[in-house]
Every structure is written in C-alpha cells, then in structure tokens.
C-alpha cells in the first residue's frame, strides 16, 4: 500500500494488517528520561490469527512500499547491548522489571543515533551501524505491518514464551514435546483466550511471558508510517511469531506526545490526543477494530507521578538498594542523582490503542473537604424507574471482566475518583472542581446506568492543552481553562467528558470519520447530565437547554459559513463507511488537517440530530432506549445505521412518521450545510423564556455603560477572571487599548480557547491587535501544540 501524504494536510493512514492478525495485549516496560525528554525500553506484543488467513495474505507485494517505490530491504540487528532492560533476566515473582537504569544524559535532538527509525528512512538514509543488510527474501514470508512513526527502533525479537516457570499448563497437545513455533504459538493462543474469570491469573502470565528470553531476531524496516516485520519461513500469520518485543526508544519532537512545563514551572510530558495518536508512543495497531487490552511499568525520578488508563489506582514502588538492584535517575529539576519509582498499570476492557494516555508530572492529589455528597463508592437500590437499568442477559462484545455482569457495579452511583493538579491550582481546584465531580457521576449515572470504568483520575494538564478536555480510558484531562469563574463551565465541561466513557469509549465508532458517534452524543447529554447535577426543576432544565440550543445554533450557522463544505459532513465516506483494504489497513478523511482540530461541526450536527430525535420520542422514551442501547453496545465498536436501526425499531408506529435511516442520511448525515430538518424547526421556533432574559439584561447593561462612571481596578480583575474569554472578545471588538493586557494574558495561560481569540485580532485588521498577537504568538509558539501552531502560524503569516 504506497501512501504518500503530506504529514500536515492530509488524510491519516491506518496502516496495520488487521485483517490478518490482531494484538490482544500489549505489555510496555518503560523509562521516561526528562533530561533527554525520551521515552525508552520495550513493548511486547501477543497476537491471535484466523483460519481465514492464506499464504497470499502475507505478500509484501501491496504493502512493502517505500516512499521512492523502491523494493524494501530489510535489515536485521547486529547484536548489541541495548540501554533498558536485559530481558534474559527473568523472575517469575514479580509482574514487571525492575532492573533498568533510568536517565540517558544529554538531550537528543538530532536525530542522528545510529538507529534505524521513520524520519531516517522517510528521508532515504539509512544506517547499518547496528544492523546488516540480509537482502530481499522474496515476497513469500508473512509481512506483520505496525502504525509506527518518530520512533527509533533498535531491535526486534520472538519471545520464548515456553521458557516461563508454569506455562506448560496452556499446552494442550501431548505430541508438542519439543519446544517449537507451533507450540510457542500455541501457548500464546491459550493465554489470550483464558476467561474473563481468570484476569489476574492472565495478567501475571503476560508479565511473566513479557520478561522471557528472545529466541530469535526478526527481520524489521520502517517507513514514515509503519513498522514492518517477519520472519524467515513464516509464510502465514499462523506461522508469524505470536509473541514479539520491540526494543525502541521515542523522539524528543515525537508527535504523540508532549514536553513541556506545567504551570508551576516543573517538567512534565503527556499525551495530547495527537492526530497520529499512539504511533510515536510505542509501535501498535490504529484501527479501532484492534481492540486490546494492556499493562505498563513506567519508571520515572522518584519526585514525578505517572497516572495512565488503568483499572487500578497504582502506587509508586520505590527501587531501594538491598532489595533490588539500584535504579538511578538524573533529575533536570534538582541536577542531582535520585532515586528511580516505578509505577504499573493494567486495563481487562479490550479497547483500541488509540485511547491508551499517559502523563507524568509534578502532579499534586488535590483532596476533597468534608461535603454534604454521599461516599465515594456510594450504592443504593434501583428505584422502580430505573429498573431498565439493568438488563438480564449475557452482554454482546468478547469476554472481559464487565462492570455491567455485576450487581454492586450496576448500583454505584458515584466511581472512586482522584483530583490532580500543579500545586499552584490547588486553591482554584478546591473551589471548583472537587465539589463538583461527585454530583456530575452521579447525575450521569442516574442518566445512563453502570458506569463503564471503575475508577476515574481527573488531571489539570498544562497550558498548552489545545482544548477544554479529553477522556480516555479512566482518566480525564482538563484545562486550566475550565476553573475560571462560577462552575458552569467546569460542571458542563466535566459533564461532557463523563459522557464519553459510554460514547467514545466503552462504545467507539468502528470508522473514524463518524466523530459524531462519540461528540454528538456527549454534547448532548453533558446538557441533561448538567442539569440532574444542578437538580434543577424539569421546566428550568427545558429552559437552561433551550438556551444552550440557541447559543449552539448561532455557532453552528457560523461554522457551516466558514469551513470547507467538505468537512462539515458526518459521515464521509457514505456507503464506503468501515470499509478497509484486503489488509485491514484505510485511509481516514482530512484525519491530518490541523483545521479540523477546531471544527465543532461534528458536535453541533450530532448533538441537533439527537435533540431532534429526543424530541421525537419524547425525553422518557429516548433515554429508556438510550440506556437499552448502552446495554446492547457497550464494549464494543458501531457505525451510524447501528444505532439508528435499533432506535427506529423502539419507536412506535405513530411517532415514526416519516423516519427512516436512508432519510437520516440524506438529511444529516451525508450532507453538508444545515439539515433541512434543523432549519425548518429553528424558523418555526420561538425564542426561549431564558434568551428572552439575556436579550433584556444585554439592553439593560448597555443603557448602563453610557453612563460616565469610575470603575476601580480591583473589580475589573473580578470581571476578567469570570468572563476572560468574553470579556477579551470585547476588548478586540471596541479595540479597548486599555486592556491589551488582559488579551496578552489570555493567550498566553489559556491556550485551548485562544485559538479562536487570534483569528479575531487578525481579522480586525488594526496594526496594534495584530502586533499583539504576532507578540504572543513569538512567547508560546515553542510550547503549543503543533496543530494549534500550524493553525495560528497560518492566520498570522
């Protein structure tokens, strides 16, 4: 598959042969460095095939391109003595290693290591200092592809997993008496299948297998956007080696992940939802139909935490002398050698790869005050309305330990959660966000049901966070942003991120280009979770959402005006939609345009499409069915006809009318612009009580502000800290020279709404907003995120 894309402008290549072999787990053993700002060791991989997989599946015929179309050459490792962990030494008492020695030294920024990685071989160079050229093979082996990029690979080796103390007991066959491949592969294949009952046992296994001996070097190259691999004879995916470790190391500049300070000036790194995602974190399968699970060892200088989704709330181990051997770490904070922690995380829920987030930092646990909210892990019995919750029946997706199987699990209004933070923030997070997580699960519990995760961590991640938040798996990131003011940004924002772990997460969209699958669907509940956390009365909840609704429709009819007509459509790629190369690999639309990042089309669409379809129904009806549908779905991956075919079967007769999935996506989503639907129902529409009432105070203030008056400097901060983003629109629009400050300000502490508030002071076309923005953007551009960079460098130059 020859894929030439320009890495900033176009669409994101998927290129693992999933259609081939799947990974099941991965297991990561790792060290993060910040004075080199590398991340380093190895990640084992174990997979499971299909009968369905043929000789011919594994040609490199299609999929072993270089960018200049030249046949690929593939080269195997000299031996070398690797900087991480010697992974001959084994013990089966512990579930990870702790032998490595932390810190690398000076900082590596060009590059040029002596190791074979993507921007070396994107480039044409390629180095054989630590690995000598076999030759082409010919096309017959079986070729393993990885979305792979920014990494530097050092080595590749089959693992011998029949060198584990006690694995003998996943061997079935009395005939595999001799250690071989089949049989190798065979105990990998009882271990991924093990039951859902027998996690922990499973867990342990992995560790065990993942600190085994290599048998073997493997054949690699790389690309810009993959990883390829094989072995020597293996003509198929069952012959392919089911258990493999990557010794590799990250880039400084790697696009999955980001170096930088959090606000109390201490080094921190964590992953941003690049658009590449995981691919310059650690080699792995994109495709959301790699679902897997995963643990990790992370080893860091003992004053750093490191949180990652994870089932467990995980402790730091400290290495000590006299119980293991020493693990030293030289610390670019202190400039002195301190002592190594290392931290272990493990998810049983298969998800993709994709939503795998880490980040290590100075971070603080902020700890709630005594409240009036119930325990943490609060149960209570099912009222008779909610009944519905819990459905009996065995649930649809593989085997995995699922929350929704189990009863106290079912009743837990409200998660375990921890509060991180830069110690600075502390006051802010007090204030405003810790009050309000418990009533925020619990209202979305009280909404939609089991929660999917057992445990929940909410970070206050750096300024450069280039939004308002992101969820992955047990962890929710927030900007700083979200802590100003009274608590409807933070209730509405965290609302929104809650939602995700049932639409997003537990339930992801199996085509990529279907963001309104996850973004439609939080939209719209972080309004009815908001409002059953604010415990408002039915008619102040219809009228906070109607005044949401007004607000939401002036953004979207901007939207539609300036955005490409192209990508103001949900669904793409239309009948297309999930469809995959013989391989596995695809190709998703505009997946790599730094615009896109800051498009709301596929939230405000979505969220329009499911309040008129709650309209439909009436509220009752559509989230009966809702929480129905999280029950048939969750755990698994749909595309839009899933979720429309079933609600139009709940859906009486006499409130169907003329609905049907083909008229959905004709007139939502397979168009651009406003559906017409949306249109006829806003013209028809009144104005809402509430925007009435915005509308009389927005004239009042203005009678007011004619009046000549003495403002103090002390209330003018107040106003800033409340309304910063708004109060900083105005300063443009008038050119309120006097509080260029506050602008400045702005963009250089909030620069997940910032964005927005340069294409303003450019468009102004006043040579004094101009320059303030070209000042700003001079000070933080090495620090923000690059797709954010790219956007603002565009506007401004």
């Given amino acids: 598959m020859d894929i030439k894309l320009d890495p900033s402008r176009d669409d994101l290549p998927l290129m693992a042969n999933t259609s081939h072999i799947l990974v099941k787990h991965y297991v990561l053993d790792l060290d993060v460095d910040f004075e080199s700002q590398i991340i380093e060791g190895t990640i084992v991989l174990f997979f499971e095939s299909g009968d369905r997989f043929e000789k011919q599946s594994g040609s490199t015929k299609d999929t072993c391109r270089s960018e200049s179309n030249e046949a690929c050459s593939f080269r195997m490792p000299a031996p070398c003595h690797s900087p991480v962990t010697d992974t001959r030494t084994f013990s089966s008492k512990t579930g990870y290693n702790d032998f490595a020695i932390c810190g690398k030294g000076e900082k590596d920024t060009s590059g040029k290591d002596g190791n074979h990685d993507n921007q070396e071989q994107a480039s044409g160079i390629s180095s054989s200092k630590y690995r000598c050229d076999t030759g082409n093979h010919g096309s017959e082996d079986f070729l393993l592809v990885l979305d792979c990029c920014d990494l530097s690979v050092l080595k590749v080796e089959e693992v011998d997993v029949a060198a584990v103390p006690g694995i003998d007991k996943f061997t079935r066959s009395p005939k595999l008496t001799v250690v071989s491949e089949e049989l190798r592969n065979q105990i990998v294949h009882e271990l991924v299948t093990l039951p859902a009952g027998r996690w922990r046992e499973q867990l342990d296994y992995y560790a065990g297998c993942s600190q085994a001996p290599g048998c073997g070097e493997l054949l690699f190259d790389t690309d810009t956007?993959?990883?390829?691999?094989?072995?020597?004879?293996?003509?198929?995916?069952?012959?392919?080696?089911?258990?493999?470790?990557?010794?590799?190391?990250?880039?400084?500049?790697?696009?999955?992940?980001?170096?930088?300070?959090?606000?109390?000036?201490?080094?921190?790194?964590?992953?941003?939802?690049?658009?590449?995602?995981?691919?310059?974190?650690?080699?792995?399968?994109?495709?959301?139909?790699?679902?897997?699970?995963?643990q990790a060892t992370v080893r860091t200088a003992a004053s750093f935490v490191v949180l990652m989704s994870g089932e467990n709330a995980a402790k730091p181990t400290q290495l000590r002398e006299g119980i293991t051997i020493p693990v030293l770490y030289f610390c670019s904070v202190s400039k002195h050698i301190c002592r190594c922690a290392s931290w272990h995380y493990y998810v049983t829920m298969p998800m993709p790869a994709s939503t795998f987030t880490i980040a290590v930092g100075s971070w603080t646990e902020m700890k709630p005050e005594p409240c009036l909210f119930k325990d943490l892990a609060a149960e209570r019995a099912l009222s008779p309305s909610e009944a519905d919750f819990r459905y009996v029946g065995i649930c649809g997706h593989t085997e995995y330990p699922c929350r929704f199987q189990n009863p106290s699990a079912t009743t837990q209004e409200i998660i375990p959660h921890r509060v991180f933070a830069p110690v600075c923030l502390q006051g802010a997070c007090q204030e405003t966000l810790l009050q309000l997580v418990p009533?925020?699960?619990?209202?979305?519990?009280?909404?939609?049901?089991?929660?999917?995760?057992?445990?929940?961590?909410?970070?206050?991640?750096?300024?450069?966070?280039?939004?308002?938040?992101?969820?992955?798996?047990?962890?929710?990131?927030?900007?700083?942003?979200?802590?100003?003011?009274?608590?409807?940004?933070?209730?509405?924002?965290?609302?929104?991120?809650?939602?995700?772990?049932?639409?997003?997460?537990?339930?992801?969209?199996?085509?990529?280009t279907e963001e309104w699958l996850s973004e439609g669907f939080a939209t719209h509940l972080e309004d009815v979770f908001w409002a059953e956390a604010q415990q408002l009365a039915p008619h102040e909840a219809q009228e906070q959402q109607e005044l949401k609704a007004c607000l939401r429709w002036c953004r979207l009819q901007d939207e539609v005006r300036n955005s490409p007509e192209e990508m103001q459509v949900l669904r793409p790629n239309k009948e297309k939609t999930g469809h995959v190369s013989d391989s596995g690999s695809s190709v998703i639309k505009h997946g790599l345009n730094p615009e896109k990042v800051f498009m709301q089309v596929h939230y405000l669409k979505g969220y329009f499409l499911l309040r008129f379809l709650a309209q439909r129904l009436g509220d009752d009806t559509y989230f009966a069915f809702l929480r129905k549908f999280v029950y048939t779905f969750h755990g698994q991956l749909i595309l839009s006809q899933d979720f429309l075919q079933m609600l139009l079967e709940n859906i009486p007769e006499e409130k169907r009318l003329k609905l049907s999935v083909e008229n959905i996506f004709r007139d939502w989503l397979e168009s651009s612009g406003i559906p017409q639907p949306l249109q006829?129902?806003?013209?028809?529409?009144?104005?809402?009580?509430?925007?009435?009432?915005?509308?009389?105070?927005?004239?009042?203030?203005?009678?007011?502000?004619?009046?000549?008056?003495?403002?103090?400097?002390?209330?003018?901060?107040?106003?800033f800290e409340k309304v910063r983003h708004r109060w900083c629109e105005l300063i443009v629009k008038h050119k309120y020279t006097k509080a260029y400050k506050d602008v400045e300000r702005f963009l250089q502490e909030d620069q997940a709404m910032g964005v927005y508030l340069y294409g303003e002071l450019m468009l102004s076309e006043d040579s004094r907003q101009q320059q303030v923005a070209h000042r700003c953007f001079e000070l933080t551009k090495e620090q923000m995120e690059r797709s954010s960079a790219e956007v603002v460098a565009e506007m401004l130059f």
Avoid at 246 to 256: C, D, E, L, M, V
Avoid at 457 to 485: E, K
Wanted: glycine share 6%; with cysteine; aromatic share 8%.
């Fill in 680 to 719: 006829r129902e806003r013209q028809a529409g009144a104005e809402c009580g509430l925007a009435r009432q915005v509308s009389a105070e927005v004239e009042k203030w203005i009678r007011v502000n004619r009046r000549p008056r003495k403002r103090k400097r002390r209330e003018a901060e107040e106003v």
């Fill in 225 to 294: 956007w993959s990883l390829q691999i094989r072995k020597t004879g293996a003509q198929t995916a069952t012959d392919f080696p089911h258990a493999i470790r990557i010794w590799y190391s990250t880039k400084p500049q790697g696009r999955s992940v980001t170096w930088t300070s959090d606000q109390s000036g201490r080094p921190c790194v964590y992953t941003m939802g690049s658009p590449i995602n995981n691919r310059a974190l650690f080699p792995c399968q994109e495709p959301p139909v790699a679902m897997s699970t995963w």
């Fill in 439 to 512: 009533p925020c699960l619990s209202a979305a519990h009280s909404i939609l049901g089991t929660h999917p995760f057992a445990r929940l961590d909410i970070l206050i991640v750096p300024a450069n966070f280039p939004s308002l938040g992101m969820a992955s798996p047990h962890i929710i990131f927030l900007s700083q942003s979200v802590l100003t003011g009274a608590s409807h940004l933070c209730g509405t924002r965290l609302c929104h991120e809650i939602a995700h772990a049932w639409f997003g997460l537990a339930i992801g969209a199996r085509d990529w």
